[in-house]
């Protein structure tokens, strides 16, 4: 009878089975999270490379409608171009060889221009020099005023001493 009563133990079987159950619960949601921590970085590289791999490509087919571009503006360059220019009335030759002497004139002076307007930030600082140097210039005219007024009391002192 107690071999019987033994084998017959349900309610300990059953323990052991939901301590499992537990156990296992315990280690899922001890993982849950680091999976879902994992799922999240992996989902977020795949899309910002998603988004540079179209930044990527965006910029690819800009640099191809460039390069076609170059292609073709070279080879309309190759080209003679005199038989396709469109003729000039006669009255307007003056304006037109005015104009190419302005634009011939006005590229020539075009660095000049392009290195005033990048010197445009550097003006408070260069106005901040030229104040400095103003105030030493004033500074440098008094000492010269006392100075030739030193020499002319001196030129005076050694007449008086050559008159006596």
């Not at 999976?35 to 490509?57: A, D, H, M, P, R």
């Not at 550097?122 to 000492?143: G, R």
Request: charged fraction near 25%.
């Amino acid at each position: 009878t107690l071999d019987l009563t033994c084998r017959r133990t349900p309610c300990f079987a059953k323990f052991a089975e939901m301590e499992e159950m537990v156990n296992m619960e315990a280690e899922i949601n001890e993982v849950q999270p680091l999976l879902l921590s994992v799922t999240i970085g992996l989902t977020l590289q795949f899309y910002f490379i998603g988004k540079k791999c179209e930044i990527l490509q965006d910029m690819n087919r800009h640099l191809e409608a460039i390069l076609k571009e170059k292609r073709y503006l070279r080879k309309m360059l190759l080209k003679h171009r005199c038989q396709e220019s469109l003729p000039i009335e006669a009255t307007y030759h003056r304006s037109i060889v005015e104009l190419l002497n302005e634009a011939v004139t006005f590229i020539e002076k075009l660095e000049i221009h392009l290195q005033s307007v990048r010197s445009i930030p550097q003006i408070p600082h260069i106005m901040n020099n030229m104040d400095t140097t103003l105030s030493k210039t004033e500074v440098l005219m008094i000492e010269l005023r006392e100075l030739t007024e030193q020499i002319l009391k001196w030129e005076e002192l050694q007449k008086e001493v050559y008159s006596n």
